[in-house]
């Protein structure tokens, strides 16, 4: 398994990272037993950063990730990485109501996480989403007080824009930033993305297939499940899903004269924007892990990376990545 580290302070990870969020919520439903052998079969592969939110299935997925790691190898885990958002609040319903970063919050979730991980520390810990009401000064001096207890191990950010990075850099070492970025989500390039770099912090990429949306196994008429999150999302509705899939028709074209996958070549993709970029594959299944392996191998040089330039261009996407409501939140979009 290839390397990557995450920033001047971050702890050395595999090149991809398996986003585990799909396994509990918000793609329809998903297999127990499948789940938990993917997981499996990603640490046997060399996988070691796993990413998990304690919001996703109200704690399923911490649970789940428990169980996987306590029934893998000794040896596969111990070199396992935990991930974990916090502050996003449900309602029991499961709909969103905003986000807490107060301290005493942080420091509450983060109890909760680590009795439901099994562990005795998170290795990357960051909120979901800046409070807009509790600076993120405080939110961040917070998980600082977490480090230095021994409880977690980095802070990162999610979706912050570049003046909130810098504030939050001030305060404490910041390891990743974690962030949308895909072929066709390619807003960090303007300005987060240099910020990162000069403050020294790595990128982890979520979203590098786009939800399945630029896969190549997403069909046109697909029906999605009443509670897969992607039938309200504007970018798989209507004439935006279809001028979004002519992207992957275009883009299927390069895969298959290199003799590739669409997701591996849009994983590949994201590999190449730099060696302090790791994306996130949010597979659930053993196949589609084996599928987006296969990226690691892929290699593209100049001419193909203007193809795809070329195929794809930036901001080619029909449709915001997310609904307007969630759009709102998003430090990153402002």
């Given at each position: 398994?290839?390397?990557?580290?995450?920033?001047?302070?971050?702890?050395?990870?595999?090149?991809?990272?398996?986003?585990?969020?799909?396994?509990?919520?918000?793609?329809?439903?998903?297999?127990?037993?499948?789940?938990?052998?993917?997981?499996?079969?990603?640490?046997?592969?060399?996988?070691?950063?796993?990413?998990?939110?304690?919001?996703?299935?109200?704690?399923?997925?911490?649970?789940?990730?428990?169980?996987?790691?306590?029934?893998?190898?000794?040896?596969?885990?111990?070199?396992?990485?935990?991930?974990?958002?916090?502050?996003?609040?449900?309602?029991?319903?499961?709909?969103?109501?905003?986000?807490?970063?107060?301290?005493?919050?942080?420091?509450?979730?983060?109890?909760?996480?680590?009795?439901?991980?099994?562990?005795?520390?998170?290795?990357?810990?960051?909120?979901?989403?800046?409070?807009?009401?509790?600076?993120?000064?405080?939110?961040?001096?917070?998980?600082?007080?977490?480090?230095?207890?021994?409880?977690?191990?980095?802070?990162?950010?999610?979706?912050?824009?570049?003046?909130?990075?810098?504030?939050?850099?001030?305060?404490?070492?910041?390891?990743?930033?974690?962030?949308?970025?895909?072929?066709?989500?390619?807003?960090?390039?303007?300005?987060?993305?240099?910020?990162?770099?000069?403050?020294?912090?790595?990128?982890?990429?979520?979203?590098?297939?786009?939800?399945?949306?630029?896969?190549?196994?997403?069909?046109?008429?697909?029906?999605?499940?009443?509670?897969?999150?992607?039938?309200?999302?504007?970018?798989?509705?209507?004439?935006?899903?279809?001028?979004?899939?002519?992207?992957?028709?275009?883009?299927?074209?390069?895969?298959?004269?290199?003799?590739?996958?669409?997701?591996?070549?849009?994983?590949?993709?994201?590999?190449?924007?730099?060696?302090?970029?790791?994306?996130?594959?949010?597979?659930?299944?053993?196949?589609?892990?084996?599928?987006?392996?296969?990226?690691?191998?892929?290699?593209?040089?100049?001419?193909?990376?203007?193809?795809?330039?070329?195929?794809?261009?930036?901001?080619?996407?029909?449709?915001?990545?997310?609904?307007?409501?969630q759009m709102a939140h998003l430090d990153s979009e402002r």
């Open positions: 398994m290839q390397t990557r580290t995450l920033g001047t302070t971050g702890p050395q990870t595999s090149a991809l990272g398996l986003g585990c969020m799909g396994m509990s919520a918000l793609y329809g439903d998903a297999d127990r037993a499948e789940s938990i052998a993917t997981i499996h079969a990603a640490l046997e592969a060399g996988i070691t950063l796993l990413d998990t939110g304690d919001f996703y299935g109200m704690g399923h997925n911490e649970l789940l990730i428990n169980e996987a790691l306590r029934t893998a190898p000794a040896a596969a885990r111990e070199k396992a990485l935990t991930s974990v958002k916090f502050g996003a609040l449900r309602t029991v319903e499961g709909g969103f109501t905003g986000y807490d970063g107060r301290p005493n919050a942080v420091k509450n979730f983060a109890a909760y996480s680590l009795q439901r991980l099994g562990r005795d520390h998170i290795d990357i810990y960051r909120i979901a989403r800046i409070d807009p009401d509790v600076p993120v000064e405080e939110t961040i001096g917070a998980i600082a007080e977490l480090v230095e207890a021994g409880h977690v191990r980095h802070i990162g950010l999610s979706e912050v824009g570049a003046g909130t990075l810098r504030r939050a850099a001030a305060v404490a070492p910041i390891s990743d930033l974690q962030i949308e970025y895909s072929l066709i989500s390619r807003g960090i390039e303007d300005d987060i993305l240099p910020t990162a770099r000069e403050l020294g912090i790595g990128i982890t990429a979520y979203g590098v297939l786009s939800r399945g949306l630029i896969s190549g196994h997403f069909a046109r008429d697909r029906k999605l499940a009443a509670n897969d999150f992607r039938g309200m999302s504007p970018r798989f509705q209507g004439e935006n899903l279809s001028r979004n899939l002519d992207l992957v028709d275009a883009l299927r074209k390069i895969a298959e004269q290199k003799g590739v996958s669409v997701a591996q070549t849009a994983i590949a993709w994201v590999l190449s924007r730099g060696e302090d970029i790791v994306p996130l594959v949010g597979a659930r299944r053993r196949d589609r892990l084996t599928e987006a392996l296969g990226a690691l191998d892929v290699t593209l040089d100049a001419d193909d990376l203007a193809a795809i330039e070329r195929a794809v261009p930036a901001g080619a996407a029909a449709g915001e990545r997310y609904p307007a409501e």
